[in-house]
């Protein structure tokens, strides 16, 4: 099995690695740049630590066909509702959804908000609640998605060293849908 190990200090780091060794057989790879479809980027001059999914990001706006799509500004229209009534209620428009991959968008997308992008994780959400039965509607709003990241496919998560270990963080994910 695969293991990072991260510290400010390079003697807490060899202190782990040497407990370890002590009991099963390790290999150092040096320092972690991919893990898990994960990039990870140092800056030592600024002590920051990037956190980046940028090629899977790629491969999720060509694998839904949306490299020479119109970019979004958002994930999702604010105040945007998905319900059953946008469900297909005829078997012609059942059908014709079922040739679209939407647990495939949506498990895509959801490696990705659980991964580096937090910002698109309302919008899987909301997408996860209809796939039962998803309808054109949904279909849209998950394309959308993609759109908005093909807008933001470099945005990541930066670690800053010098804060410390406090965790800070400011959000309206759902863009004020909270009505």
Request: proline residues 4%; contains cysteine; neutral net charge.
């Amino acid at each position: 099995d695969d293991m990072l190990i991260a510290s400010r200090q390079k003697a807490v780091i060899a202190s782990v690695k040497a407990g370890i060794a002590e009991k099963f057989r390790i290999k150092d790879l040096g320092r972690a740049r991919f893990i898990l479809g994960i990039e990870i980027d140092y800056d030592m001059e600024r002590i920051t630590l990037g956190i980046s999914q940028k090629a899977y990001t790629e491969s999720i706006i060509k694998r839904f066909g949306q490299e020479n799509a119109k970019p979004c500004l958002t994930p999702l229209e604010p105040g945007v509702q998905l319900t059953k009534a946008d469900e297909p209620q005829t078997e012609e428009d059942k059908a014709k959804m079922k040739s679209k991959p939407c647990r495939s968008l949506v498990g895509s997308l959801m490696y990705l908000a659980c991964g580096t992008r937090p910002d698109i994780s309302v919008a899987v959400a909301k997408l996860s609640r209809v796939l039962e039965n998803p309808g054109e509607e949904h279909w849209d709003a998950g394309i959308k998605v993609v759109r908005y990241l093909l807008k933001t496919k470099d945005v990541g998560i930066v670690y800053d060293g010098l804060l410390g270990t406090q965790l800070e963080a400011y959000s309206d994910a759902d863009w004020a849908g909270n009505r």
